[in-house]
């Protein structure tokens, strides 16, 4: 294993941070979520506020977070301990990270149970002979059983679990370098068979021609913390995974190439999915059932649609597999380093509490579908809390902290690993400062409160 000479571990190149970095961002955000929420979002005029947001908002964020990381080499709350001074009230910064990963996680691993559903009747040929309304029912079924959903959500954790716990390099590292080439590898199929749908032309309409007549204040905040989900920014994911990488790594680089990863994916998954909706006419704005429904259709209608609908599904369950060992990891960092007990320990505690808070979101769409809070059920209040709250919140204060508290000096260091001219630095210095924080606190306060 490669050490950083003091005991703490490091990855073993460049390349397979990138690696682990995307196997983090590329996820459920990117199959399963962006696709409903461009579908009930408008389409073409969603995706273009989710794209600028990436660029201008996500990027520098997505350093300032990396930079914290890398620099102290330590745990989302000791990094600021380290950082700026010990017991400062920026350490709390790390804490709501701490307690977004555990609401994510808890609904993450129940939807990424659905996956491991989906991937299993897919492996005993249930998608042979499917119509719309027989996919309808598969999917009714399953949300009506909390056994069912509570069975494979406790698989999935324990997949998690095991391979958190068997360390960074060890476990999350050498688990993503197999799972994300496949990955890459399955979507690419999937994209290349798209293109032969009917569908495949109105996709592309829906996806990239904006009609901002659609656009409200909810949607752009929407938009917003889509981007902040799908990178995996604001709870200190990308913070963790950057406190194990060399001092020296060329920061601007390495963010630039995963969001370009992320987005890309993002946008071929969005692409399968609406060549589907449009080809078989389903509804884009079903919302979170939309990849369910809609992807055993294609397995149905074509040839080896048995490889397919399997190749399909394990992919979404590895997507999601390897964002959950981020997850897990910002949990297990915080509660190694700050408790002092071993990665095992820490991992099976963790796994305990996120089986026991992923009940709610697994008994949301059934036996407490009608309980709800701010009209929302258990599964909706933890994302909505999450992605429109904490994690623009999170980034904001990240990049406070950055461009302000570590000031020009620690943006310059960053511009400068990238041999980054004069101008640049000033353009990114503001960006960070002002345009990105400032842009998330405006959406945040008109999209929740207007
Ligand atoms: N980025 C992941 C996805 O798109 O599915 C989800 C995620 C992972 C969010 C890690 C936050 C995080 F810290």
């Given amino acids: 294993m490669t050490h950083n000479g003091q005991g703490r571990a490091q990855w073993s190149s460049r390349l397979l941070f990138v690696l682990v970095a995307s196997g983090s961002a590329v996820g459920l955000g990117n199959i399963w979520k962006f696709p409903y929420m461009a579908g009930s979002g408008g389409g073409g005029a969603f995706v ?7 660029l201008f908002i996500g990027l520098p964020i997505f350093v300032a977070e990396l930079y914290i990381g890398q620099q102290s080499q330590a745990n989302p709350v000791k990094a600021f301990e380290i950082m700026h001074k010990p017991k400062t009230p920026w350490r709390f910064i790390g804490l709501l990270g701490v307690l977004s990963a555990y609401l994510i996680l808890s609904f993450y691993s129940v939807v990424g149970g659905w996956v491991l559903d989906f991937s299993y009747q897919a492996l005993t040929n249930q998608f042979g002979s499917l119509t719309q309304e027989s996919i309808q029912n598969i999917l009714t079924a399953l949300f009506a059983d909390p056994g069912r959903q509570i069975f494979w959500q406790f698989i999935f954790l324990g997949i998690s679990v095991y391979v958190v716990a068997q360390g960074v390099v060890k476990g999350i590292e050498r688990a993503s370098k197999v799972l994300m080439p496949v990955l890459g590898f399955l979507l690419f199929f999937l994209f290349i068979r798209a293109l032969f749908l009917p569908g495949a032309k109105d996709a592309v309409v829906f996806l990239f021609v904006p009609d901002f007549s659609l656009l409200t204040p909810k949607i752009v905040l929407e938009a917003v913390g889509q981007a902040f989900f799908t990178l995996s920014l ?6 963790i995974y950057g406190s194990y990488l060399n001092k020296s790594e060329n920061l601007l680089k390495v963010s630039f190439l995963v969001s370009l990863l992320d987005t890309g994916i993002a946008l071929v998954a969005g692409f399968v999915v609406f060549s589907i909706v449009f080809t078989f006419k389903f509804q884009p704005e079903a919302g979170p059932a939309l990849m369910f429904q809609t992807l055993p259709m294609i397995f149905s209608k074509m040839p080896a649609s048995y490889f397919v609908a399997v190749a399909f599904f394990l992919l979404v369950a590895f997507a999601a597999l390897t964002s959950a060992f981020s997850l897990l990891e910002i949990i297990i960092s915080w509660k190694t380093e700050q408790f002092n007990i071993s990665r095992k320990k820490a991992a099976v505690i963790a796994g305990i509490f996120l089986f026991g808070l992923g009940l709610l979101t697994a008994m949301s769409t059934n036996i407490l579908s009608q309980t709800t809070i701010f009209g929302l059920t258990f599964f909706g209040l933890f994302d909505k809390l999450t992605t429109s709250v904490f994690m623009p919140l999170g980034s904001i204060l990240f990049a406070v902290f950055y461009g302000w508290i570590l000031g020009p000096k620690a943006v310059k260091a960053t511009v400068d690993q990238n041999k980054g001219t004069k101008y640049f ?26």
Avoid at 48 to 54: E, K, Q, W
Avoid at 234 to 239: K, L, R, Y
């Fill in 234 to 239: 604001g709870i200190g994911a990308m913070m």
């Fill in 425 to 450: 630095f000033i353009v990114f210095l503001w960006l960070v400062r002002i345009v990105a924080p400032g842009a998330v606190g405006i959406m945040m306060i008109k999209g929740l409160f207007y």
């Fill in 48 to 54: 273009l506020v989710y794209l600028l947001c990436v």
